[in-house]
Every structure is written in structure tokens, then in C-alpha cells.
């Protein structure tokens, strides 16, 4: 398993803008209110991950104070990160196409409804950001060069 790449994020992001520009424009008019629950759950989503990326890095690095890691559980919080990267990037494509549809309308509601989907933008962008520090934070730092390699005679 390697690390995320950005370009698998990117093309998800694109392809939930288009089909969130697509829902958007043909149900508007028998939607409810945007919500505010799924901004606050991704943002509450990113904040825990953050949390977590400055906790396993200290542990990692072993700074005084801090518990050793384990090994198992900085997999586990891999396997969180790269699944949290996806979904955030579908949820920030989701709710750009929501917003630029939203932008370009020009009625009371859709008004409205600007502020909880850019809030969600910005919640999915900062869960994205917060997945992928998660992921860096569980790498395993490189030793530093031994100035011998084993098996080498030096004479």
C-alpha cells in the first residue's frame, strides 16, 4: 500500500463537482434547506484526524512524555487516512458543484443555502488536508546513514 496520490483525489473531486452540479439542477426545487450536520461532521472529522497526526508523530518519534506507538494502531490510522482522503474528496467535489450551481443562481433560496454548502467546501477541504497529515504523520522516519555497512571489512 503506497501513500495517496493526488491525482486519484482530484479526479474524484471532479466527478462528485459534475454529478453535485447535476443533482443540484435537476431536484433544487424539491430539496429541503441544506443542512448544516454533514459541515459540522466533517469538520469535527478533520479536527479528530489532526489530532491524531500530532499525537502518532510525537509517538513515533518518541519525544519525551509520550507513550511508545503501536504498531497496529498506526496502520489502523493509515487505513483511516486514506479512506478519509477519498471521502473528503468526494464530499468537497460534491459540495464545489453545489456551490458554484448555488453562485450562479439568483433566487432567495439558493441565497440561503450558499453558507452550508460553502461550509461544507471548506469542512471537506480541511478533512482532506487533515487525512493526507495523518498519512505522512505514520511514516516511519529514516535512520540516518550508518557509516559502515555490515559485512564490509575496513582495513
Known amino acids: 500500500m503506497g501513500p495517496t496520490k493526488l491525482s486519484s483525489l482530484v479526479v474524484a473531486a471532479l466527478a462528485a463537482a459534475a454529478i453535485g452540479w447535476l443533482v ?17 461532521t466533517l469538520a469535527a472529522l478533520a479536527v479528530l484526524e489532526g489530532y491524531a497526526a500530532i499525537n502518532t508523530r510525537a509517538r513515533i518519534e518518541r519525544q519525551p512524555g509520550q507513550d511508545p506507538v503501536d504498531p497496529l494502531l498506526v496502520a489502523k490510522f493509515v487505513v483511516l487516512a486514506k479512506a478519509s482522503a477519498l471521502a473528503g474528496a468526494i464530499f468537497a467535489g460534491f459540495y464545489a458543484g453545489l456551490v458554484l450551481w448555488l453562485f450562479i443562481q439568483q433566487t432567495r433560496a439558493a441565497t440561503n443555502d450558499l453558507p452550508a454548502a460553502s461550509g461544507g467546501l471548506v469542512a471537506a477541504v480541511a478533512l482532506v488536508m487533515a487525512a493526507l497529515w495523518l498519512e505522512r504523520a505514520c511514516r516511519v522516519p529514516e535512520r540516518p546513514e550508518d557509516p559502515e555497512v555490515p559485512g564490509e571489512r575496513t582495513d
Open 24 to 40: 443540484i439542477s435537476s431536484w433544487y426545487v424539491r430539496m429541503p434547506v441544506l443542512p448544516w450536520l454533514p459541515s459540522v
